[in-house]
């Protein structure tokens, strides 16, 4: 499809200027970090010579453009240091990390839009009824839970008192071992190697903090979905399906839906910038080892590269998410995707 | 009997300001391959009364009295399943804003398809087919082609012509068309107009025509039913009702049109509004109105019919 | 009673969770102000004989590790999370309408340019850009604030430019233009009183995200150290002991924080349906 592809094209084109200032911008952090990098690579027992050795290693004694040009070049090596506290490279350790991050975002959102379409379109059928009601109070105290706390909750109810869950101890409790490495998800790995105990145990391990994230996202979702049903509902084609006889199952999806899921998927590109960052909280209260984790403990001791690492990555990926949902937006509007 | 017939139909609509009475014992009936219009100011009920008999009524909308029969089904009394069936196969209508009434983001073949499927007993493949030939028949140029594009791809008449093509997909013995040339241009008015007239014709398709363009109506209708503020204060023939309207809205409101050769000067304007339909009416809702209106009239419009099929309901009639 | 406050009264009274909301708000800004005194115990006077004890006649909301009492440090606390929340959005609300009313009002390269910053912001994840800011910047709480302010600007900036934009030629413009005002009068004067009421909904709004994004910075070690009393710090202060069920010391300043936020979101759904009532949702 020829029109898709140019569609694609264009957004990726369109998405350069926000690589580009992402990049610029955490340039711009890497510099104004506190302290002489160079006096802290070199470490407390160093004299002024050595600094000064160090700094010219490191290229911090040069311009800044040109110093931003080294930078470039790292980056598009894929090198972004070498973290204190592992002694790894850190593009090794968030390559490592992110699949645990990624699992965990596409579980919590999947699980947001399971419930938060049903509900929005079940409370803009039926204005005024109890699920009304109910959608609305979502939407109102659900984006004022601060998402570490409902995260503490969950587990004081359902693993203290219930004993339904796990302890909130990472991606798979200390019994089991972690599948064989495909993918990096270990619900996919343990799948495709065919371990379900394994699967069982890392979906276990997988749900609080899924659930965490998703009555997160579930809020704001809600909403958007009942009020955008609620305004397809009322339009003039809505009427032209039913006078057509189409059945209501018609009516309500292919035609109301998909309609209504449009400005939906718009705020997808908030939700997911909310998202990313709750993930980080998520994160450290059930101690997954994503790349959240990996930058708070390196925020801890002060380790900078890992940090800048994930910052970069995470702005990256929202990138390319806010790409992926103006393509979404495209495969649904035919009005976008034929433009000029 | 006739094909759809009103029996002393009362509707309401509940609404945070009071109960508004929409409909008051309304009754008219369509015969097969007649065309009836329904004329009368905006909010006057006309668009109410065929969203009821197509069974689309607003859901804060309540029937009050009265019957809706079609082919001798009483629609109000039938299940929703009974509906569906009806609704698209053997009643359809098509609307104003024809660019609004059609799905933006589905082609428009696909939406013919649609209520193909749904009624026909026809696979995808031949729904698809049978939506580009009614493309055809509404004449529509390289069907083929259209039939892949979108609403907005298309001009308002375009449009319509699919509206058209949509409603009569399944041979309706009813077709209602609201208001179908509101917002189009005079020439695309007419061809919009004509084609309506020819398919009926040719499949002896009752239609009612929803206007508030006596004009349009009384060039495309065998009778014509005037409402006011929820009633139908007159029933006639076209040509008699223009020769001799008894009700007195009627005689105004055939004055406020401009007709060739007549004078501007002789337009004359119909005072007063429609009055609020919440609350106490008075019985004869045009009484606040009427230049002829005498105590007598409190007790209520008297509907007289005549053995030509004139209905009018007034206690003072010409 | 003055016309507009018989209408605020009005409007109260048909809105009981607006009123509440109102009430609830005082309530916040009465512990602000007066906390240190109203609190029953020093909130760092720590005492380990009376360690991780659950609420208590004594201790309404029990004590923490240190001995420490919950109630005492849940209400000293209001004063500094309120002060990051509010400084935080009066910066966003003041550089941010700034932005956007000379983006609205001037167009061109100014509205480009200002665009583009903005756009920037938006290209991150908020709350990872907050972090990065706080982690560049330094530690301290004020940088909490600054971090806040700026990924909120974004917000304040948009809303502006839109609201100035729809008026640049509006009837009354023109006229305080065609007087002889210069640009800055008609602005200070004319546009923005005009654009205020739908930017004070959303600092409303903002404040609830402020607080939240506040408290998630200091949770994760950022800003507020110990043993500082702040929401955020004691929620996490409180986590390790959740798993071992001692819920309340993560459980009252958690309650707080988020009967604090969702105050200030009904306040500005209120406020929303006060000004413009055909928004409602």
Redesign the interface.
Known sequence: MPVLVSLVLRRLLGAL??IA??V???FV??R???GDPAAYFAGPAADAQSVEEIRRKLGLDKPLPVQFLAYLGDLAQGEMGTSLITGQPVSADILARLPASVELTLCGLALALAVSLPLGVAAATRPGSWVDHMARVIS??G???????TG??L??IF??LLGWAP??MGRLDLFASAPTTITGFYLVDSLITGQFATFRAAAAQLVLPALTLGLFALAPLT?MT??SMLGVLG???I?????????RG?VLV??AL??AL?PVVTTLGMV???????N??VE??FAWPGIGSY??EA??ASD?AP??G??LT??IM??GLNLMIDILYGL????VR?EA | MMLLEIDNLSLNFRTRSGVVKALEDVSLSVGRGETLGVVGESGSGKSVLS?AV?G?SDAAATVSQGAIRFEGLDLLKAGPSD???????EM??I?Q?PR????????VGRQIA??LL??AGVTRAQAQDKAVEMLARVRIPDPERRAKA?P??MSGGMCQRV?IA??LACSPKLLIADEPTTGLDVTTQAAIMDLVGELARESRMATLLITHDLGLAAERCDRIAVMHAGHVVEVAPTAELFARPRHPYTARLISTTPRPGASLAALEPIPGSLPDLRGELAPCRYSARCHLYQAECDAGPLPRQDDNGRMVACRRPA | MSPALRHMRYVLAENPVTAGAFVGFALLIALALFGPMIAPFDPLASDTDIALQPPSLAHWFGTDHLGRDILSRVIVAARLDMQIALAAVALSFVFGSLLGVLAGWYGGGIDRAIG?VV??I????????????V????NTVGNIIYATAIINLPFYARMARAETNARRDAGFVEAARLSGNSDARILAAQVFPNILPPMMVQVSLNL?YAI?NA??LS????GVRPPTPEW?IM??E??TY????E?WI??FP?LV??AA??CF??LG?GLRDIIDPRRR?
Do not use: C
């Not at chain 1, 984006?143 to 706390?149: G, I, T």
């Not at chain 3, 982690?135 to 330094?138: E, V």
């Not at chain 3, 949770?219 to 950022?222: A, P």
């Open positions: 200027p926000s200032a992402v610029v911008v955490t952090l890497t104004a970090l506190p109102t105290a984006v004022s839970l601060p998402v570490f706390f503490l909750l587990v004081y693993y203290y302890a909130p909403r009942r009020a339009s003039d084609f009427r032209t399906a039913r006078a057509g006889g189409l059945s018609t292919t035609y998909r309609n449009l997911f910038s909310f998202l990313l960052g709750a980080v909280l450290k209260v930058a708070i925020l801890v900078y940090v800048q994930f910052i995470m702005a929202y990138v649904i509007d035919p009005r034929i | 969203f197509m689309i509906l569906d069936e009806l609704r698209g196969a359809a209508m609307f804003n609004t009434a059609l799905n933006p983001i589905r082609p649609d209520v749904r009624h979108y907005f791809e509206m949509l409603a | 583009r756009d920037t938006m290209a991150f994840p908020l709350f990872v850009l907050a972090m990065g800011i982690a560049a910047l330094g609830g939240l408290a998630g949770f994760i070690g950022l955020g929620v996490a409180g986590a959740i798993v071992s069920g819920w993560a459980l958690g924080l988020m936020v969702f979101n009904l759904d949702t």
